[in-house]
């Protein structure tokens, strides 16, 4: 089992910034795939960006050039920084992780709310 615990999440001004970050413990020494989900209010869960163990990233054309997906595989620990944030961002952010073997895990989530 993977445990994932996300925070940073909080609100802010539209145009600032956040840093989430999401760490991952139990039995995580085979986790392949990380990254972050966000779900708005009446809306779908949908992707934001992921990462893989080797650094291969992809994202949302929603936030690409706005998001920046990073990973520390040693301390199995993944982070997004959003920055040019818009009250559109707001939503819960979910933490995401896939095992080798396929085993998926998903966080509790952490809320971003934008201002405008």
């Known amino acids: 089992q993977v445990q994932l615990v996300e925070s940073g999440g909080g609100l802010v001004q539209a145009g600032g910034s956040l840093r989430l970050s999401c760490a991952a413990s139990?039995?995580?020494?085979?986790?392949?795939?990380m990254g972050w989900y966000r779900q708005g209010s009446g809306k779908q869960r949908e992707l934001v960006a992921t990462?893989?163990?080797?650094?291969?990233?992809n994202y949302a054309d929603s936030v690409k050039g706005q998001f920046n997906i990073s990973r520390d595989n040693a301390k199995n620990t993944v982070y997004l920084q959003m920055n040019s944030l818009k009250p559109e961002d707001t939503a819960l952010y979910y933490c995401?992780?896939?095992?080798?073997?396929?085993?998926?895990?998903w966080g509790k989530g952490t809320l971003v709310t934008v201002s405008s």
């Open positions: 995401y992780a896939r095992h080798i073997y396929g085993m998926e895990y």
């Open positions: 139990g039995s995580n020494d085979r986790i392949y795939r």
């Open positions: 990462i893989t163990s080797y650094g291969s990233t």
